[in-house]
């Protein structure tokens, strides 16, 4: 990765198209101490080596009738059943998020359902698939954390 791509101006950049995906360049140039276009061309270079892979609406979950929201850790012990529950994580317009991780589950799940009955449902299609573990989400302290890049430490010091 070029060093100059994650500069001070474009770690400016970065947490701010985060904070507000929607800031006009000119909004953006006023932060940082630069023209409209001199930001849209840096805006560019960035999507153009993959630092910026899109940009998504946040929605609020209770308005679009899925207020209830849970984790979902999944357990299958073949490669059969972790292959089959990530086809079905991916169909179900329930399942937010699918991760396969590490440790004594092998697949977390973040899921946003309409209430209990819905849960109830989805978590009956996950029993094909492995012992399964829920906890249900009572609060979101924060959701949306920025991504700082990497920057490593000087080892001139």
Not at 121 to 135: A, F, R
Request: aromatic share 6%.
């Amino acid at each position: 990765m070029d060093e100059r791509l994650l500069d001070e101006t474009n770690r400016q950049l970065l947490a701010a198209l985060q904070q507000d995906g929607r800031a006009s360049y000119r909004e953006l140039g006023d932060l940082v101490g630069l023209s409209p276009p001199a930001v849209a061309d840096r805006i560019k270079r960035l999507e153009e080596a993959g630092v910026i892979v899109g940009y998504r609406a946040i929605i609020d979950l209770e308005k679009v009738g899925r207020p209830l929201m849970a984790t979902v850790r999944v357990g299958p012990t073949t490669k059969e059943e972790c292959n089959r529950l990530e086809s079905w994580a991916a169909e179900q317009a329930s399942v937010l998020r699918c991760w396969r991780v590490t440790g004594e589950d092998c697949y977390h799940m973040v899921v946003a359902v309409s209430g209990p009955t819905e849960l109830h449902h989805l978590l009956d299609g996950v029993m094909e698939y492995g012992p399964s573990n829920t906890s249900l989400v009572l609060s979101q302290p924060f959701d949306h954390a920025i991504v700082e890049p990497y920057v490593p430490a000087d080892d001139a010091g």
